[in-house]
């Protein structure tokens, strides 16, 4: 059951929350939350469920290690990169202002780089301003 702790820290970490922010999210106490950690207890299939449908973390890795944190398969990778792409060029048209690849990377890396979580719930508004945040940074000379 340890390993089954250090996975749901190692998730809860990979996806920004402490403990009692996390529990907040399941609907259990951040008690709760330390004893599954500590290998102590261990979740419900119905917290598992949730874990999955609100963060994205596949179940089967949480209790086995097999796979991906996050199960995205070859398609589920492609449709990613497809949104990322999409929300990329959405940002770069809504300001009418091409961003060189270094400030692009950047920019995914901040956003994306927060996860699941950030793939499915960060508002439009935050994206924005993610975007105002790399655009008013210098891009680096390059040697061309």
Not at 62 to 89: A, F, K, P, Y
Not at 98 to 114: D, I, N, P, Q, S
Not at 123 to 142: A, G, I, N, Q
Request: proline fraction near 3%; aromatic fraction near 6%; hydrophobic fraction near 40%.
């Amino acid at each position: 059951m340890k390993d089954i702790g250090k996975r749901l820290k190692t998730a809860r970490e990979a996806i920004g929350l402490d403990q009692a922010g996390f529990a907040i999210k399941l609907g259990v106490t951040r008690n709760t939350v330390s004893r599954w950690e500590l290998g102590h207890a261990f979740p419900q299939v119905d917290v598992l469920r949730v874990i999955h449908d609100q963060f994205g973390i596949d179940p089967t890795w949480i209790v086995t290690g097999n796979g991906s944190m996050w199960g995205l398969d070859l398609d589920g990778m492609q449709l990613l990169l497809r949104q990322i792409i999409e929300d990329v060029e959405r940002i770069e048209e809504e300001y009418g202002k091409k961003l060189g690849a270094t400030k692009k990377a950047e920019l995914v890396l901040l956003h994306y780089g927060l996860g699941k979580v950030a793939q499915d719930c960060l508002p439009w508004e935050t994206k924005r301003k993610l975007f105002r945040m790399v655009e008013s940074t210098d891009e680096p000379k390059s040697d061309d």
